[in-house]
Structure formats: C-alpha cells, structure tokens
C-alpha cells in the first residue's frame, strides 16, 4: 500500500532551518505531484507547498513564500521542504501529501516547533 513517511522536524530558533524530508512507498512515485501540508494547533491543515512530478514546477503559500523551497529526488522516491528564517507562526506539524489512483494518502505527519 502507498506509505508516506516524513522526518526531519524538531525545535529551532526563531531565525533558524530545518529541511524535512518525505520518503514514499507503494507508488510510482516520479508520475505524481507532491504537496506539503502544515497545521498549527487549533487551526485548519493549509496547503503550503507543491512540486509537480519532474520538479519543473512549484507553487508556495505567500506565507512561505521566499524562505521555504520544496524539491525532489524522484531516484530516492522522496521529497523534501527545506525551510529557512522560521518564525513561531511557522510552528505546526507538517504533512506530505499525494493524490494517487484516485485516492489522497497523508504521512503521519513531523512536528516543527520554532522558539523565539
């Protein structure tokens, strides 16, 4: 079955960087767009960030825009976020999304907490 298995989050300093990384399973992975998903305590999941399936393209949240960079390694099956100048409103815990044959499969997510 498609798994999506992100890492790479922790606590950081205003200012600071993290890149997650988002490793897939169970799915061809170079035919699919990749989405990152973020979502802070009581507030809705927010779509931030998205690369099409050759990484030819992205788009970002204007929230995000500017210091966040998702890219692709599709010979590793894996995506990542590096995520740099972080501030406390960028803590949340951060998703990695695909829509697969007809179907929206989600990782467990990785907690990113930004301290100031």
């Known amino acids: 079955q498609v798994q999506l298995v992100e890492s790479g989050g922790g606590l950081v300093q205003v200012g600071g960087s993290l890149t997650l990384s988002c490793a897939g399973s169970?799915?061809?992975?170079?035919?699919?767009?990749m989405t990152w998903v973020r979502q802070a305590p009581g507030k809705e999941r927010e779509p931030i960030a998205a690369?099409?399936?050759?990484?030819?393209?992205?788009n970002y949240a204007d929230s995000v825009k500017g210091r966040f960079t998702i890219s692709r390694d599709n010979a590793k099956n894996t995506v990542y976020l590096q995520m740099n100048s972080l501030k406390p409103e960028d803590t949340a815990v951060y998703y990695c999304?695909?829509?697969?044959?007809?179907?929206?499969?989600w990782g467990q997510g990785t907690q990113v907490t930004v301290s100031s």
């Open positions: 690369i099409s399936w050759n990484g030819g393209n992205t």
């Open positions: 169970g799915l061809t992975f170079n035919m699919y767009a």
């Open positions: 999304y695909v829509e697969a044959m007809s179907r929206a499969y």
